[in-house]
């Protein structure tokens, strides 16, 4: 194969080695792009274009997630992952490891890591790369690479989360979920809700977004029933949707546009966690956004006039 087509077969691992590096579609993107720069420069043909790609797009993720740490440390309210409808990435042999990894909680527990420690543990974990490739890949030694598997390991397991492993299940109770947030039915959505359920939104300061987080069945479900059919009056409407691996939701606008996105963690029969994404600088790569303090202001006008 020519150097196009070599780069197009691998693009999808290289996007998802950067996405979960980085927690950031739009940055992954960029990442890719760059490593195709630097592979097209290349004057020596590699060995191994997978093991020279990865390496790559390991080491400019690495870079860029240096930087971007100093960014999350000033970012107004809690900060989420860029949502990821789809990975374009598919390993049969390791579909649970790749879902796992690239959901929202997995995703926030990678955020514990030092770019080196997330970068190991993802090639090796996530990916099954041989030591030696991850040695390569980071720039240390093979015996340096264990240490920083074993301690991102340690950081991974002392908060990481269970899910619900029926994938029916999960759909099922969603589409309950979903079913009484449309109806506005606060009773039906305390029932689906784990006692101390949070829900949680990420505005970035660029969209309306809670003050705090929601805990509680009683003030989740209240509130979630409350808003909804206010929103519903004027035309926002919402489609079921995949969300990082996890059930969800998209929402929309009267015109179409994305207003956030909703996922939720689940587990025995629960959900434990609703995580919405406002922010409209991390929509944007799923195409047109909404004005959401548009949206917001109508909302109170639209509570004003039911009062």
Not at 142 to 160: D, W, Y
Not at 254 to 271: N, P, Y
Request: proline share 6%; aromatic share 6%; charged share 25%.
């Amino acid at each position: 194969m020519n150097k196009v087509d070599e780069f197009l077969e691998l693009r999808p691992l290289l996007f998802s080695i950067a996405y979960r590096i980085l927690g950031s579609v739009s940055e992954a993107e960029d990442a890719v792009q760059e490593t195709w720069l630097r592979f097209d420069g290349s004057t020596t043909p590699p060995t191994s274009p997978k093991a020279f790609l990865s390496a790559t797009v390991t080491r400019i993720s690495i870079d860029v997630l240096r930087s971007a740490r100093v960014r999350r440390e000033e970012y107004v309210g809690p900060w989420f992952p860029e949502p990821l409808l789809s990975d374009p990435y598919q390993d049969p042999a390791r579909s649970a490891e790749l879902a796992d990894s690239v959901s929202m909680a997995a995703l926030l527990l990678l955020e514990r890591l030092s770019p080196l420690e997330r970068s190991v543990f993802v090639l090796r974990e996530v990916f099954a790369f041989g030591f030696d490739e991850v040695a390569a890949a980071v720039g240390r030694s093979e015996g340096a690479c264990r240490q920083l598997l074993v301690r991102a390991r340690r950081h991974m397991e002392t908060g990481r989360p269970r899910f619900e492993a029926n994938r029916q299940e999960r759909q099922e109770l969603a589409a309950r979920f979903f079913s009484a947030l449309k109806d506005g039915d606060v009773g039906a959505l305390q029932n689906l809700l784990a006692a101390d359920v949070q829900l949680v939104g990420d505005g970035g300061g660029k969209a309306p977004q809670l003050a705090k987080a929601v805990i509680g069945a009683e003030k989740v479900a209240r509130l979630l029933g409350s808003v909804f059919p206010r929103m519903a009056r004027i035309d926002v409407t919402f489609e079921p949707h995949e969300v990082n691996g996890e059930p969800g939701a998209i929402f929309r606008d009267r015109d179409g546009k994305i207003l956030h996105t909703l996922a939720l963690e689940m587990l025995d029969g629960q959900i434990q966690t609703i995580r919405s994404v406002i922010n409209p600088d991390k929509l944007g790569h799923l195409g047109p956004v909404a004005d959401a303090w548009a949206v917001d202001r109508e909302v109170k006008q639209t509570r004003r006039q039911m009062n």
